[in-house]
C-alpha cells in the first residue's frame, strides 16, 4: 500500500537553530513529491515539488532535497513566522490531482 | 488577483440533510481539486477535474459524494444524507499546471 510518514509530529525550534524534517514514502511509482505550508485555519501553500532523486529546491530559508525513499526540507535559521504545519504529498497515479498527503509536522518556532 | 475561494466558510448540518459546497478557482486555471482534511489526519483526495476532460473521481468515498465543473469553472461539492464521519474541512486548489498550486481556505463541516 503507497504511504507517505513524515517525522517528527511536532518540532520546536529556538530562532535560528537549523534543523530538518523528515518525509519517508513507500509507493510504486514516484511521478512527483510537493511539499506544502499550512497556517492554521487556511489551505495550504505550495512550496515545492521534486521529481527525481537528487534533485533539490531552494526558496528563502528553506531546501528540499530527494533522494529515492525519502525527502528532506531543510530549515536554516529559521524565524516566528517559519512556525506552521509543514505537509509532504506524492504522486503514484497518472492523475495529477490525485495526491497520498503524510499528516504533517508542526513547526514552532520561539523567539 | 483574487485566489481560490470557498463557500460557506463553516457549514453545520444535521444528520441525513444534503449540503452543497461551491468553490471559484482561480480565473484561468484549468485543474481543479477537491480534498478533505480530518482532524489529526492527512488530507485526503476526492477528485479532480482537467479541462474538458473526465474527471478522476477515484477518490470519492461513497456515492452519497458527487461534484460538478461548468463552463469549467466554478464547481460544487454535493454530500447527500449526511453522516457525522463526513464532519471535515472541505478543501478545493486550482491550477494552471500539474500541482494543486492554489487552495482556498476551506469550508468546514461540523454535521450533527
Known amino acids: 500500500e503507497d504511504q507517505v510518514t513524515q517525522s517528527p509530529e511536532a518540532l520546536r525550534l529556538q530562532e535560528g537553530e537549523s534543523s530538518s524534517l523528515n518525509c519517508s514514502y513507500t509507493?510504486?511509482?514516484?511521478?512527483?513529491l510537493f511539499w506544502y505550508r499550512q497556517d492554521p485555519g487556511k489551505g495550504p501553500e505550495f512550496l515545492f515539488t521534486l521529481y527525481s532523486a537528487g534533485e533539490e529546491k531552494e526558496k528563502e530559508r528553506l531546501k528540499a532535497t530527494l533522494t529515492k525513499k525519502e525527502s528532506f526540507l531543510h530549515i536554516t535559521a529559521p524565524k516566528p513566522e517559519d512556525s506552521a504545519t509543514y505537509l509532504c504529498?506524492?504522486?503514484?497515479?497518472?492523475?495529477?490531482?490525485?495526491?497520498?498527503f503524510g499528516k504533517g509536522t508542526k513547526l514552532s518556532v520561539k523567539p | 488577483g483574487a485566489g481560490v475561494s470557498q463557500s460557506p466558510s463553516n457549514k453545520v448540518t444535521e444528520k441525513g440533510k444534503d449540503v452543497e459546497l461551491r468553490c471559484d478557482p482561480i480565473?484561468?486555471?484549468?485543474?481543479l481539486y477537491w480534498y478533505r482534511q480530518s482532524l489529526g489526519q492527512g488530507l485526503e483526495f476526492l477528485i479532480y477535474f482537467q479541462g474538458n476532460s473526465a474527471p478522476d473521481k477515484s477518490g470519492l468515498p461513497s456515492d452519497r459524494f458527487s461534484a460538478e465543473r461548468t463552463g469549467g469553472s466554478v464547481s460544487t461539492l454535493t454530500i447527500q444524507r449526511t453522516q457525522q464521519e463526513d464532519s471535515a474541512v472541505y478543501l478545493c486548489?486550482?491550477?494552471?499546471?500539474?500541482?494543486?498550486?492554489?487552495f482556498g481556505s476551506g469550508t468546514r463541516l461540523t454535521v450533527v
Open positions: 486548489a486550482s491550477s494552471s499546471s500539474g500541482e494543486p498550486g492554489a
Open positions: 504529498a506524492v504522486q503514484v497515479g497518472r492523475s495529477q490531482g490525485n495526491l497520498i
Open positions: 480565473s484561468g486555471h484549468t485543474a
Open positions: 509507493v510504486s511509482g514516484l511521478r512527483g
